[in-house]
């Protein structure tokens, strides 16, 4: 039977257990309930059935009651009698419908007599106010009846004068009549005839009538009016009398009913005894067979219990002892093939056995793997750390005090990473998102270290100290042959173009001294082709070299982009598209507005020229981080070894050898002078081939108008020994609020510095006149002037200082040539 091996243990059990209980408990229903209280169950039946009796005839008496009762309320005129005699009969309807609640087919009838007696009540109640109402208007009509009568009899009055009297006779008399009419016809009539006389009259009517007429329709409109009053009335009557009809019609079915249900429950009552024999004995054959039964269940679960529960217990536990002694080679016979607890439990025990040789298995290679992260643990040259979601250290190697140069752990004392660094000499010099993920840190000595953290899944973090100061000096040493490398390869591409230059010029200044005068203005141009080339080729050195001569300013890149796009679109070729995408907010940054128009220009003709057919650059201004502006194209992209040269001074990777190889060089000397950050990404193929160039500025930061918001003009001392510079720096600071005095010597300079009583700014150029030095002017100024503020001006930048400077800031530097506002911004600052 495979859906009986399906079922549980428990089932079967419980199902056996149950079925004994309930035979065990219908047996002694069956002996206590129905053979010893049969008699007990006819008596209450009996009981039951002379109650319903009861009940019926007690309905049957308040219907008649009822019936008796209501037509007193149509003889009743005085509100309080008919309140006393409604509330009567509303307490027997109450009664009725008490009685009468357990028998549904009662509700409509019961429900009908209700509506009956509100609808009686209703036509009866204001009866009092309308008879109050007809008997005061029949009052007022006999009496006004009795004074017309009297003047119509008057014979002394004229015949027309006694002719209205008659015809106000009777108008009383037909108002008088429909007061007292008994039918609806019978009041129709009075009203027609009323209406006629009263035109009559109206037609003869006089001034001595017109009081008389008034008083009688007075009279007739009381209330709402004689005849609606006497309508109602009538009316009200039949409504009443309807009522009454109905009361009694329900009053026969409810007492119908209740005669109907005493004579079902006497022959309910016969027949009941009549079935109570015939369970008894039905009652006594059933108790013997559910006794056999009970036996029967019981002997089959006991066998059920002791052979199949009993005995797999006892051998699966026996296998269990022997597993848990360490025998994982224990078995057990074959066991049953059902679904039962005992079939689950022997499937079990095969799972938890093999799940044992599992465990075992893996617990050898926890051991080994414990076993060797605890040898790299404690042998790994690097600092490692196992630190809490709240950066408390729960472990660490004996490397990383070493690293840090620490003392050891003391036993029991909690540290944070983040204290160990601050105890130690080291300080971050990069953070993670400069250095690729690895923090970098370094002590005075020069040691370096890089730290990384990594977080792990459950918040705790594993921190990583590496020693890199070996690995460091190679770099740096490897960075300085590389600029080695570049500076001469400068050198040599410099050396080769000027020699170029150089050549075209000595040969045409020896052509110039034997040709005709005709022929010099030829040379002359040749000649200035020649100096401008190496014009341009000086600006572009000094472009890389991040020195050359930019006038920055306050500039909107977004607007400044927007006002190329036309250029732009003409400089690329015309199967390539341009985008711009420009912020409505300005996003200003200091840059000379020039340079950065060549620079865009420049990446923009080189993106055109590295897409092949069409393609698209996307030209996009940002405010983020300070300004940014980035240039991307879908052409072919760089390699990572094309990408690493890039920006190296006169490299070029085009196929046909043109290009000065300055281009990016140039872009990136410009952007680094301005203070901002250049770069690069690039990719060969896949969805987002191309190349993208990053160029980022600072933040602007306000800037005052006027050197006197921070400081207020002085005596200021300038010392050159070129008279155009000497005048247009002075007229700068006079225009700036100094009163300048200037020299046009050494000798000059010195002795108005030890003539002054006041000083507060020297400008000096560092070449002045016989060898002189400016270093010797600012440091007599220094000395005999302690807090006046010192400018250098040179051609050139210059590095060192004297060490005669070294404890204080050293002064000012200006590269000639330079502009008021950068003589400006450089008092502000300086």
Not at 427 to 453: I, K, M, Q, W
Not at 487 to 497: F, P
Not at 546 to 567: A, C, N, Y
């Amino acid at each position: 039977m495979p859906l009986l091996a399906n079922l549980s243990v428990r089932f079967r059990l419980s199902a056996a257990i149950a079925v004994l209980f309930g035979l065990m408990l219908l047996v002694s229903s069956i002996g206590f309930l129905v053979l010893n209280r049969t008699e007990l169950w006819m008596n209450v039946l009996h009981k039951e059935t002379l109650a319903e009796v009861s009940d019926a005839l007690d309905l049957s008496r308040e219907s008649a009651d009822l019936a008796t009762s209501a037509p007193f309320l149509h003889a009743l005129f005085p509100p309080f009698q008919l309140e006393q005699e409604e509330a009567k009969v509303l307490t027997n309807l109450q009664r009725i419908e008490v009685l009468s609640a357990d028998d549904p087919e009662l509700d409509l009838p019961v429900a009908r007599l209700r509506y009956a007696i509100d609808d009686l009540t209703a036509a009866l109640a204001p009866q009092t106010a309308r008879q109050a109402a007809l008997d005061a208007i029949d009052r007022d009509m006999v009496r006004l009846n009795r004074r017309v009568r009297r003047f119509a009899g008057d014979r002394a009055l004229p015949l027309t004068e006694r002719e209205v009297w008659s015809g106000l006779q009777q108008l009383t008399a037909s108002a008088i009549g429909a007061g007292r009419a008994n039918a609806l016809i019978e009041l129709g009539e009075f009203n027609r005839r009323y209406n006629r006389q009263r035109e009559a009259v109206l037609g003869q009517l006089l001034p001595v009538h017109a009081t008389t007429l008034e008083e009688i329709e007075q009279a007739a409109q009381r209330g709402e009016n004689l005849f609606v009053l006497k309508h109602r009335d009538l009316a009200a009557r039949l409504d009443a009398e309807n009522a009454l009809f109905r009361i009694r019609q329900e009053a026969r079915r409810v007492s119908t009913f209740a005669a109907v249900k005493v004579a079902l429950a006497e022959d309910r009552l016969s027949q009941a005894r009549a079935e109570t024999s015939d369970n008894l004995e039905i009652a006594k054959n059933a108790f013997l067979a559910l006794t056999v039964v009970s036996l029967l269940v019981a002997i089959t679960s006991s066998l059920y219990v002791s052979r199949y529960v009993a005995g797999n217990l006892q051998r699966i536990a026996k296998a269990m002892r022997r597993l848990a002694a360490g025998n994982h080679r224990t078995d057990l016979p074959q066991g049953p093939n059902s679904q039962d607890e005992i079939g689950q439990l022997y499937a079990a025990f095969h799972v938890f056995r093999e799940s044992a040789r599992k465990l075992e298995r893996r617990t050898r290679q926890i051991g080994h793997q414990n076993a060797l992260f605890s040898r790299v643990f404690r042998d790994i040259k690097d600092g490692v750390v196992i630190a809490s979601a709240e950066g408390v250290i729960k472990a660490e190697n004996d490397n990383l005090r070493q690293l840090l140069r620490l003392p050891p752990a003391e036993k029991g004392a909690a540290a944070r990473v983040a204290d160990l660094i601050t105890q130690s000499s080291f300080s971050r010099r990069t953070s993670a998102s400069e250095h690729g993920g690895f923090e970098e840190y370094a002590d005075p000595a020069g040691n370096v270290l890089e730290l990384r953290r990594s977080p792990l899944p459950n918040g705790e973090e594993v921190w990583l100290v590496s020693e890199t100061t070996e690995r460091k000096r190679v770099e740096q040493r490897l960075e300085e042959i590389r600029r080695v490398e570049a500076l001469g390869k400068v050198s040599g591409e410099v050396a080769h173009d000027f020699g170029n230059i150089l050549s075209s010029i000595s040969g045409n200044l020896h052509l110039l001294e034997a040709v005709q005068a005709e022929e010099a203005q030829h040379l002359h141009t040749r000649l200035r082709s020649a100096l401008d080339l190496g014009v341009s080729l000086t600006e572009r050195l000094l472009a890389f070299a991040r020195k050359q001569h930019l006038e920055p300013q306050v500039t909107d890149i977004g607007l400044l982009v927007e006002g190329m796009s036309d250029l732009l679109e003409i400089a690329v070729p015309s199967s390539v598209t341009m985008g711009f995408e420009t912020p409505s907010e300005p996003v200003l940054a200091r840059v000379d507005p020039g340079q950065l128009e060549s620079a865009v220009l420049n990446l923009c003709v080189n993106a055109g020229q590295a897409i092949g057919e069409t393609g698209h650059i996307q030209v996009c201004v940002t405010a983020e981080d300070g300004a940014t502006l980035s240039i991307r194209d879908n052409g072919s992209g760089m390699s990572p070894e094309v990408l690493r040269h890039a920006t190296e001074p006169f490299y070029s990777n085009r196929e046909d050898g043109t290009g000065t190889g300055l281009g990016l060089s140039m872009v990136d000397g410009f952007v680094h002078q301005s203070g901002g950050h250049l770069s690069l990404t690039s990719q060969t193929e896949g969805p987002n081939q191309g190349t993208t160039v990053t160029l980022r500025f600072p933040a602007l930061t306000d800037e005052p108008d006027q050197v006197g918001e921070d400081q207020a003009p002085g005596v200021a001392l300038v010392v050159d020994d070129a008279p155009a510079y000497l005048d247009s720096t002075s007229e700068m600071l006079e225009r700036l609020g100094y009163v300048v005095i200037r020299a046009v010597s050494f000798s000059e300079g010195s002795a108005l510095l030890r003539r002054q009583s006041r000083l507060d700014l020297v400008v000096s150029d560092l070449n002045l006149d016989g060898g002189a030095s400016g270093w010797d002017i600012l440091h007599l100024g220094l000395r005999l002037f302690p807090t006046c503020r010192l400018v250098l001006m040179s051609t050139r930048e210059t590095y060192r200082i004297p060490k005669a400077f070294d404890t204080m800031a050293g002064p000012a530097k200006l590269t000639k040539p330079f502009t008021e506002t950068m003589m400006r911004q450089l008092l502000v600052t300086s």
